[in-house]
């Protein structure tokens, strides 16, 4: 683990000793022991826009709220014009409500509903490209100085999942700075969250970058294109159709970030290279538990 003075200081952060978050489970191992070992939680939040169910999520059961208004709004279902006015959560029933200034035009859009290649059965409600036809994200520069340092600072932040794997995190930084790091069982609810954050707070997308430990699929492009953010980043691989839409919107889209390697598929002319590889070391993952050695 890395030094307290040596971690970024983060607006957002995870909270790997909340007990809440995660059980003990016995199992035994490829020696016949009993061992001990920590696990995700996953307990359903029913989401509802004013007085309408939209859906169920399952989660880890943080930051309700956040998950809420960052799913309607990367749904369109909360537009630009159109205010939120409260969010009621309530714990023992799972449900989480989120009040708008005005009637919204969601019925629509419930009509469509997309499962996606998300995990734990992601969903898109509308036509996917709603609010994107035509969509050019700002041409945001990015170093790879910056990749290098975010990659190591990432990977060294206390988080579940270092501590018990089987669960996503998803980084907003501004160049080498991460801002929020915020973790679920599904990435899509990881961004969701992000995207919750960024709206309470009023944050600008356009020289932002998404670091996300999944894989980059068209809903993760989707949803980043939705949040305005024009550099998308993961430690994981791509699909094909995630990459084309990237290239559609005009977004920089890296993958496969481990130590000094990564991969540039869509805005390559946007990467700055001032760092040599070489002067890169390659990941270290003794400092990684083992629990996390899994499942992207």
């Known amino acids: 683990?890395?030094?307290?003075?040596?971690?970024?200081?983060?607006?957002?952060a995870p909270t790997p000793d909340d007990e809440r978050l995660t059980a003990s489970v016995q199992g035994t191992n490829q020696s016949g022991e009993t061992t001990e070992l920590r696990v995700v939680t996953e307990r359903?939040?029913?989401?509802?826009?004013?007085a309408r169910e939209i859906v169920t999520a399952m989660t880890i059961g943080d930051h309700p709220d956040l998950l809420a208004i960052g799913f309607l709004r990367n749904q369109g279902m909360i537009p630009e014009n159109v205010g939120v006015t409260g969010v009621d959560y309530d714990d023992d029933l799972g449900v989480v409500v989120v009040r708008t200034d005005r009637e919204t035009d969601f019925e629509e859009k419930l009509k469509k509903k997309t499962r996606t290649s998300g995990c734990a059965v992601g969903t898109v409600f509308g036509d996917m490209m709603d609010g994107l036809e035509g969509l050019r994200l700002p041409k945001s520069e990015v170093r790879t100085s910056w990749l290098y340092t975010l990659s190591n600072k990432i990977n060294r932040i206390p988080s579940l999942y270092l501590e018990a794997g089987a669960?996503?995190?998803?980084?907003?930084?501004?160049?080498?700075?991460?801002?929020?790091?915020?973790?679920?069982?599904?990435?899509?609810?990881?961004?969701?969250?992000?995207?919750?954050?960024?709206?309470?707070?009023?944050t600008d997308p356009t020289d932002k970058i998404l670091y996300t430990t999944g894989r980059l699929t068209s809903e993760m492009v989707l949803k980043t294109a939705h949040m305005g953010i024009p550099v998308l980043v993961s430690r994981s691989g791509f699909t094909a159709w995630g990459v084309e839409l990237a290239r559609q919107f005009g977004m920089t889209l890296i993958g496969r970030?481990?130590?000094?390697?990564?991969?540039?598929?869509?805005g390559q002319e946007r990467v700055v290279f001032d760092a040599d590889p070489a002067d890169i070391a390659d990941e270290n993952r003794t400092h990684r538990r083992k629990g996390a050695e899994k499942d992207e």
């Open 167 to 202: 669960i996503h995190g998803t980084v907003l930084c501004v160049q080498d700075k991460p801002l929020t790091y915020i973790e679920d069982v599904g990435r899509h609810n990881a961004v969701d969250k992000v995207a919750g954050w960024m709206f309470l707070n009023a």
């Open 44 to 50: 359903p939040l029913t989401i509802y826009l004013n």
């Open 1 to 12: 683990m890395a030094r307290l003075q040596d971690l970024p200081e983060l607006d957002l």
């Open 257 to 266: 970030l481990r130590g000094k390697r990564f991969i540039c598929v869509s």
